[in-house]
């Protein structure tokens, strides 16, 4: 089994338990049977009251939460069923944290998760250390695998895999030559026209001989001079967060509003009130994309991103575009309002609790965010769509 690892990214867990908050973890089920009828999950249930796993409708199980904590922690803060059953009950999200394993038909891609401390800060040791962990890993569990049959692209579309690996490398190649707004909408325009020209063929799978000749052209257009597209990024990115930022679903409206029309927002869950300045000053980076610190972590993430297949995930590639597009405007964003928030904090500080607010609510709890995404995809093809070719 060959593995790659993510370059220039190091990883040792401190034993945070940061990844055992704000969120409840899925137990599979080699996991949910070794835990079921133990005499730990015996004891929370006697101690709280609470049956420690969740049975979901969709049939799946989870860990259950309490204070904001997973309910196996103990009061210093440790796994009690790596401590009192073993290491390899834990469900299979715990043991590989912060690694994130996807075979493809080019070997098994190992990323990493951007809300680990030791991630963020790229302290520890090399990934590649931790080979052995991770060969016994997928051995025993069946990672779902990405490449092996044609990739949803949207519009009733599909790439195969050399045509996937083709758009993977011109972004990466864009993002290393201009800012990655312009990379990424160059990106999100290539692919658009080259579905909406394909999409009433027989074949429905674009290869690489197709999209080869779109993605090697010169760009059609200079992204700040696409007004159509500055104005849907910046719609989006005020819908974007206001949805994370919104305490209830019915909330994201006004904040989302209130951004868009630079009236004083109110951010409970980054906890700061205030006016910002108008949203175009997170739309564009420098022109450079190697500017500025900040910019220069904007394009370590969308690099981490693109290595764990992020454009390959759980909706059509032209939506997983979009998100990523929106991804440099959100770092902005939370860099600058935590900024504002704490005055005293490095730029690092800013720059990790921006990771923190896209790994957790753009990448992690979708639901909420996943129509918009596909919204701004949809929006954008309809506009590509007007224009002419
Ligand atoms: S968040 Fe990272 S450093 Fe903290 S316990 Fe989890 S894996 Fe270890």
């Known amino acids: 089994m060959q593995l790659h690892f993510l370059a220039d990214q190091s990883f040792e867990c401190r034993d945070c338990s940061r990844c055992c908050r704000n969120w409840q973890i899925h137990v599979d089920e080699v996991s949910r049977d070794k835990i079921r009828g133990s005499a730990l999950e015996l004891r929370i249930l006697q101690q709280t009251g609470i049956s420690p796993l969740e049975d979901m409708e969709d049939g799946t199980c989870r860990t259950v939460r309490r204070e904001g904590s997973c309910i196996f922690l103990d009061e210093h803060e440790l796994c009690r069923i790596h401590a009192e059953i073993d290491r390899k009950s834990k469900p299979i999200g715990c043991r590989q944290y912060p690694f994130m394993i996807r075979p493809t038909p080019d070997g098994v891609m190992i990323g990493v998760s951007f809300y680990c401390p030791s991630v963020q800060r790229n302290s520890g040791r090399p990934l590649s250390d931790y080979a052995g962990e991770l060969e016994e890993l997928i051995r025993e569990y069946g990672y779902r695998s990405v490449g092996f049959e044609p990739i949803a692209a949207g519009l009733g579309l599909a790439v195969d895999w050399p045509a996937y690996r083709l758009i993977e490398q011109r972004l990466t190649r864009w993002l290393a030559e201009s800012a990655p707004d312009a990379a990424l909408a160059r990106a999100i325009d290539t692919l658009g026209r080259a579905m909406l ?72 869950r980054s906890g700061w009130r205030g006016t910002l300045p108008g949203l175009y000053v997170f739309l564009h980076g420098p022109e450079s994309g190697s500017a500025s610190e900040l910019e220069q972590g904007i394009l370590r993430y969308l690099r981490a ?17 979009a998100a ?36 957790l609510h753009m990448l992690t709890h979708v639901s909420g965010v996943n129509p918009l995404f596909a919204g701004f995809a949809s929006a954008y093809l309809d506009q590509l769509s007007l224009l002419p070719e």
């Open 324 to 359: 990523l597009s929106l991804i440099p405007s959100v770092l902005r964003f939370y860099h600058f309002v935590d900024g504002l928030k704490r005055p005293q904090a490095s730029h690092d500080e800013h720059l990790h609790m921006a990771y923190d607010h896209a790994e």
């Open 197 to 268: 020209v394909h999409q009433s063929r027989s074949d429905r799978v674009l290869g690489e001989d197709v999209l080869g000749v779109l993605f090697d052209r010169p760009p059609t257009h200079r992204l700040e001079e696409d007004e159509v597209l500055g104005t849907l990024r910046e719609f989006f990115l005020a819908a974007m967060v206001g949805t994370i930022e919104a305490p209830h679903p019915e909330m994201a409206r006004p904040i989302t509003e209130a951004l868009l029309e630079g009236r004083e927002v109110d951010l409970t």
């Open 305 to 321: 991103l693109l290595f764990r297949k992020f454009l390959t995930m759980d909706r059509p590639l032209i939506d997983n575009l």
